[in-house]
């Protein structure tokens, strides 16, 4: 695949860059491994420093840093500085927070002094998507740098300028140049980083073909990942629900970066005493939807990211409707071939249709009927995806006991699942595993060492030894 900034609203090629061929790649690896033996020793107070400026560097830049995200994958320039903002938030959660996380912890044993140091690993790859092409970096960079690490990303092949945006935003923080890089390179070069001794760690955030070769590429060389695949999460709504603010939140949910979210909910789940009202509602709330020029700050959803990605859901959309689904609200492609999708309702959705057992990545809400809530906890976990959910009910502890029946990374009560840096986030089952974010996060790629000091020995001890 090229790497080149094809803008998905007009369809025009912006820009081309020549990949990194392997003599360069491995000349940034060896500045990296080298960079990381004298950032290791820094004080945390000094990475502090370097990550609140990053953060006022983003929230400075977040018009420009939207605008590139607009030509780049279509995110209408208002959400793309919510993004923006977003990774500022992240990047100053951890330094405010990094050396608490990764304090030592003080053990108590036979030994005189015992505890646990976390201390960091050396160079963490990242393959990264397009999607979210700022936060799903940062909220893996920030804690890396923070603990000592350095990091290579390697980034979607269609946001090259999104990925050296931010790597001139690091350096422009003061951060030394080889202590995070952008990798223009395909995904070919992967599974050779990964065999490189000096990469210690990969973090990936994909598909599941993509998270399984990876998996595989690092098993082999024995290297810690962590996998944030793909989603299909489960929105129930249950008969006591307040019905008009859960479609409402609904149509929302579903239209997160027109449908182009791993944790946007994609599976529908009503008890059916609420499914026609339901139904009704949310179709009004997506009809209300705005699209347009991703550079108008009106638009409220823009094109997919690429063509191919609307023609392979209309495929699924298409089939799943000769399998018996049945379309509730009409949109979709208007030909073959454009990225513009406007959003699609399917009921009726059974087993053996491709609605019922895969991720659609775009707007199409997938709309099961539930016989009761056991019904509806049922449905949810009919899936192999584990990533996020959400309950609507009245009854909050009643929701708060069901979500913890929900085989998932995160479960919300009675609102969209959303991340946040005080939060783990990560999945179960195929949506992948370990944690981004939170205190968690910041602990998957560190050496978790004890440390255990023998007792002073007696006097007559040390004369035996002598």
């Not at 690092?218 to 793909?230: H, M, N, P, S, W």
């Not at 005080?422 to 602990?443: A, C, D, N, Q, T």
């Amino acid at each position: 695949m090229p790497i080149e900034s094809l803008n998905p609203y007009s369809g025009r090629v912006e820009r081309r860059f020549r990949a990194f061929g392997w003599a360069k790649t491995a000349r940034i690896v060896a500045q990296a491994h080298q960079a990381f033996a004298q950032w290791r020793t820094t004080s945390f107070d000094h990475r502090a420093r370097l990550m609140r400026r990053a953060a006022e560097l983003l929230r400075e830049r977040q018009q420009e840093l939207a605008e590139l995200m607009a030509r780049e994958m279509g995110k209408p320039v208002t959400d793309g500085r919510a993004e923006a903002v977003k990774c500022a938030l992240c990047c100053d959660y951890y330094a405010d927070h990094a050396e608490q996380f990764l304090a030592d912890e003080q053990i108590k044993t036979d030994a005189q002094h015992s505890f646990i140091a976390h201390e960091p690993i050396g160079i963490v790859l990242a393959v990264m998507p397009w999607n979210f092409p700022f936060w799903q970096v940062v909220r893996f960079a920030a804690p890396a740098l923070m603990a000592g690490n350095v990091g290579l990303l390697k980034h979607a092949s269609n946001v090259p300028q999104c990925a050296l945006a931010l790597e001139k935003i690091f350096h422009d923080a003061g951060f030394p140049p080889a202590t995070f890089r952008t990798l223009l390179v395909g995904s070919e070069v992967v599974e050779k980083l990964i065999e490189d001794d000096r990469v210690r760690a990969v973090t990936l955030t994909g598909s599941e073909p993509a998270g399984a070769a990876v998996a595989a590429a690092a098993g082999r060389q024995i290297k810690k990942t962590v996998l944030e695949l793909g989603g299909s999460d489960a929105f129930i709504v249950l008969a006591d629900a307040d019905v008009a603010l859960a479609a409402k939140t609904a149509a929302q949910a579903r239209m997160i970066n027109a449908g182009q979210s791993c944790i946007a909910a994609k599976r529908f789940i009503i008890e059916k005493l609420v499914l026609k009202e339901f139904i009704s509602q949310m179709k009004t709330h997506l009809l209300a939807f705005r699209t347009g020029d991703p550079l108008d700050p009106a638009t409220q959803y823009g094109p997919l990211a690429r063509a191919d990605l609307a023609d392979e859901l209309t495929q699924q959309v298409g089939d799943s409707v000769k399998q018996g689904a049945k379309v509730e609200l009409y949109g979709g492609q208007s030909k073959p071939g454009t990225a513009l999708f406007r959003p699609v309702m399917l009921s009726q959705v059974k087993p053996g249709q491709r609605a019922y057992s895969e991720e659609f990545f775009g707007p199409v809400a997938i709309i099961l009927e539930a016989k009761d809530a056991d019904d509806a906890i049922r449905l949810a976990n009919d899936s192999r995806f584990g990533l996020g959910g959400s309950i609507w009910t009245r009854d909050a502890a009643r929701g708060q006991a069901l979500a913890r029946r929900v085989e998932a990374g995160a479960v919300f009560v009675n609102s969209l699942v959303k991340s946040s840096p005080e939060m783990p986030f990560g999945g179960v089952k195929k949506s992948g595993y370990g944690r981004e974010l939170s205190h968690l996060g910041i602990r998957e790629f560190v050496n978790q060492k004890s440390i255990w000091v023998a007792p002073n020995a007696k006097p007559e001890e040390k004369k035996k030894v002598e």
